[in-house]
């Protein structure tokens, strides 16, 4: 196999509290491959969303490495990690996070154009990815103004415009009904195969595991074998 997109190693976090400290991770070792989709799953409160920050570089790690490409992350200046995370990595929360003064091409086209992109080139590929997501008749639609399912749909758009090579994803079903979510969980798989993005996915929920590629559990601090699903 060749070499991993993403290779972490000896990852802990703790959080102060009162006169000592919580730790959350007490030592993950974690490989992910271009293309792979990896489900990380475990009881509420084991540490699921605090391992997907470190990973994306949202939160520094009080021990451990976590290397991308071969190169260790967090060597990097905070500006350095603030282009990488906006040409590298996808991010898809629980709650879609969208600016709600502007409309779904708009909201799409963001990273782009906070990258320096023009908007010549961001608008084609956001509307684009609309369609893709089944959004092609809520282009210029205000946000505010969309089922909840569509907002995520237009968060999906969002994680991918820029072609990352990792979509990290914190509940990205969370806050829907069934059928929505699994509207939108087929569509990240979809959207997996179509752009051969990497995909990892928090979750509490072995259905939704089930359906990814490999899974993870995130037990007292440790995250145990990733196994393949049949």
Do not use: W
């Amino acid at each position: 196999m060749s070499s991993p997109l993403v290779c972490a190693r000896g990852l802990r976090r703790s959080f102060p509290m009162g006169d000592g400290s919580i730790e959350v991770l007490r030592g993950v070792d974690l490989d992910v491959h271009r293309g792979e989709r990896l489900a990380i799953v475990g009881n509420s409160g084991v540490g699921k969303s605090t391992l997907l920050h470190v990973l994306g570089t949202l939160d520094h790690p009080s021990a451990g490495t976590v290397e991308f490409r071969g190169e260790d992350l967090f060597q990097r200046t905070p500006r350095e990690l603030a282009r990488f995370r906006n040409r590298e990595l996808g991010f898809i929360f629980q709650f879609h996070h969208l600016l709600p003064e502007f409309n779904a091409v708009e909201n799409v086209m963001m990273p782009g154009l906070l990258g320096g992109r023009g908007f010549a080139e961001m608008r084609p590929r956001a509307e684009r990815l609309l369609h893709e997501v089944g959004l092609g008749h809520r282009v210029v639609h205000p946000v505010g103004k969309l089922s909840g399912g569509e907002r995520q749909r237009v968060a999906v758009a969002r994680a991918l415009v820029l072609e990352p090579s990792l979509v990290l994803a914190d509940e990205p079903t969370g806050n829907l009904d069934p059928k929505t979510g699994d509207q939108v969980l087929e569509l990240l798989l979809e959207m997996n195969r179509l752009h051969g993005t990497a995909l990892v996915v928090v979750t509490h929920s072995p259905e939704l595991a089930a359906r990814l590629g490999r899974r993870a559990v995130l037990v007292d601090g440790y995250l145990e074998d990733a196994t393949a699903v049949p």
